[in-house]
């Protein structure tokens, strides 16, 4: 079975049915549940997840891109920095980076209060970690390759064509 | 009607297309699912209609040249080297034309002597006939065959020949019935094409949706190159069908003899929309590649469906449309679509629009969302399931 294709309907659509996706491959409902396992058992599929614009919920929401300095350790680089850093559930996204500073780390919380809190005294306390710079997200325009704005006007097709 | 003894004998004789009837009906219906529609999903990718917007702000709303645009040639001779390993000379062998409908009519009114033949494959696209008609050819027609996987067969090609025969008209893979001929498919016919000194025109316009098999232009074949004209264009590939952008590559006579007429009752096509092709032919592969694979799974999945609610279906290699017997249910082809568009609003078109050989069969076009496939085919399983 072509993984990829399977791995690509599925990053577009993660609730398809196992049919569904069967018929699209042209493979059996089988080698389909039997592949997608395979996948989730190596770590390929990490996760299936909701995109959510926060900001048309009533639910308070805070999002800030914080750029970490940190140092390295002889034997492990970065990966001890970045896993003590990656244990906060504030934590949804961390990256190594070329660049000026070594981690991007995108932080969810409720308040502006409540994230500049967990940086000043659980991130920049971490051993390692030499400076931050916090940039608070002020509007979301596309999330995951979605964009989040209002209703476009969609273009119409005529009905039959030849 | 007054106005209609003016007509010309010609154009009365000319019957109005099998698709109005069905488009009539189902714009006045609220709630259709439509499956009938030859045009890709897709907005035009991004980078495209930038270069077109970037065109307007930057004053490139003049004429061009009547063949169209120097770059635009060039990337397309290109593209055809790179794609297909064809080579054609940019400033001889190539036109833009308004797309693959202005160029089919250019090279009908180019080539043929009133009472030519011209073999056409059905069931085919509807402007292909008619064309034909209108510049005096008479259409010779071979019924290709499901079983046959509606490919041309040498005994088909050499029953059809004549003395009188000029030209031969392919489309593969084609619509409507997602047929599709390989490298091998044609060395059978080639010697034929060669012997019988046919020009031949190939409707490329679907060679990038071509499915498990590598695309074969019959101009590939060098000892009938110099007699195959080709037609292709930006619509379907690079969902463009609005932009109307098309072309011709062929030997230098039959080009300068097709700008004859060209240069007369177009002058040119749009010039956004040439500059809007040139970005699509020099950095859109990705685009074609991504357009197809997307296809490719709406392809299986609908074939699959089809076959389970009971609609035999063989597996297309290209285009983006299935082309199902409706046989099973006794019905005609134009019952068949009538009463599903009247019984559950799911708008198909019958195969008998696209010949007469058409009869029996549905043509269903898959370019739409897999959702809308999925509750069309809820639909028509419910339909069929009310016949029986």
Redesign the interface.
């Known amino acids: 079975m072509d993984e990829i294709?399977l791995l690509?309907?599925l990053e577009n659509?993660p609730r398809?049915s196992v049919r569904?996706l069967?018929?699209?491959?042209?493979e059996t409902e089988e080698s389909v549940v039997e592949t997608k396992c395979k996948l989730e058992n190596e770590k390929i599929i990490c996760g299936y997840h909701t995109v959510i614009n926060w900001d048309k919920t009533n639910y308070d929401h805070c999002m800030a891109v914080i750029e970490v300095g940190a140092q390295p350790e002889r034997e492990c680089g970065y990966d001890n920095v970045a896993s003590e850093i990656a244990r906060y559930p504030e934590v949804s996204s961390l990256y190594l980076m070329s660049g000026k500073s070594e981690f991007m780390v995108v932080i969810q919380g409720k308040t502006m209060r409540e994230v500049a809190d967990f940086v000043g005294q659980k991130l920049a306390p971490i051993e390692g970690v030499k400076h931050t710079v916090t940039c608070f997200v002020l509007r979301p325009y596309k999330i995951e390759g979605v964009i989040i704005s209002e209703e476009e006007e969609t273009?119409e097709?005529?009905?039959?064509?030849? | 009607m007054s106005g209609k003894k003016y007509l010309n004998d010609l154009i009365q004789q000319i019957p109005p297309?099998g698709?109005r009837k069905?488009?009539d009906l189902?714009?006045q219906m609220e709630g259709?699912v439509?499956l009938?529609?030859?045009?890709p999903?897709f907005?035009t990718p991004w980078h495209i209609r930038a270069e077109a917007i970037y065109a307007i702000k930057s004053g490139k709303t003049f004429y061009t040249s009547n063949v169209g645009l120097p770059q635009l040639r060039k990337e397309i001779c290109a593209y055809y080297q790179r794609r297909f390993h064809i080579r054609y000379a940019w400033d001889k062998q190539c036109m833009i034309t308004v797309g693959g409908s202005e160029a089919i009519d250019l090279v009908m009114r180019t080539i043929l002597n009133p009472g030519d033949e011209v073999i056409l494959l059905q069931p085919s696209?509807?402007?292909y006939e008619p064309l034909v008609r209108l510049a005096g050819g008479v259409p010779k027609i071979i019924e290709l065959r499901e079983a046959d996987k509606f490919k041309l067969t040498p005994e088909a090609l050499k029953e059809a020949i004549s003395d009188k025969t000029k030209l031969l008209f392919i489309n593969f893979p084609g619509?409507p019935t997602g047929g599709s001929m390989s490298k091998e498919d044609y060395e059978k016919i080639i010697p034929i094409i060669k012997e019988h000194d046919l020009v031949v025109l190939t409707d490329e316009i679907y060679a990038e949706l071509s499915y498990g098999y590598d695309f074969c232009s019959i101009a590939s074949f060098d000892e009938i190159k110099e007699q195959v004209i080709i037609i292709n264009g930006f619509s379907k590939a690079y969902s463009m069908t609005g932009w109307r952008v098309g072309y011709l590559l062929a030997d230098e006579e039959i080009i300068k003899a097709m700008n004859k007429i060209h240069q007369y009752c177009i002058m040119c096509p749009s010039t956004i929309s040439q500059y809007a092709a040139v970005e699509a032919a020099a950095h859109g592969d990705d685009d074609c590649r991504k357009h197809k694979?997307s296809f490719e799974?709406?392809k299986?999945?609908i074939?699959?469906?089809l076959n389970r609610i009971g609609l035999r279906c063989h597996?297309p290699e290209g285009a983006f449309y299935v082309f199902p017997s409706i046989q099973s249910t006794g019905l005609t082809s134009d019952e068949f679509c009538e009463q599903l568009l009247k019984q559950e609003k799911v708008?198909v078109?019958p195969g008998s629009?696209f010949g007469a050989c058409g009869e029996g069969y549905i043509r269903i076009s898959y370019a739409y969302s897999?959702e809308e496939i999925?509750e069309a085919l809820t639909r028509m399983e419910r339909f069929i399931q009310s016949l029986k």
């Open positions: 294709k690509r309907v659509d398809i569904d069967a018929d699209i491959l042209n273009a097709r005529l009905i039959v064509t030849p | 297309s698709i069905y488009f189902a714009n259709v439509s009938g529609v030859g045009e999903d907005e696209y509807v402007a619509n694979e799974g709406r299986n999945f074939v699959n469906g597996m708008a078109v629009a897999i999925k």
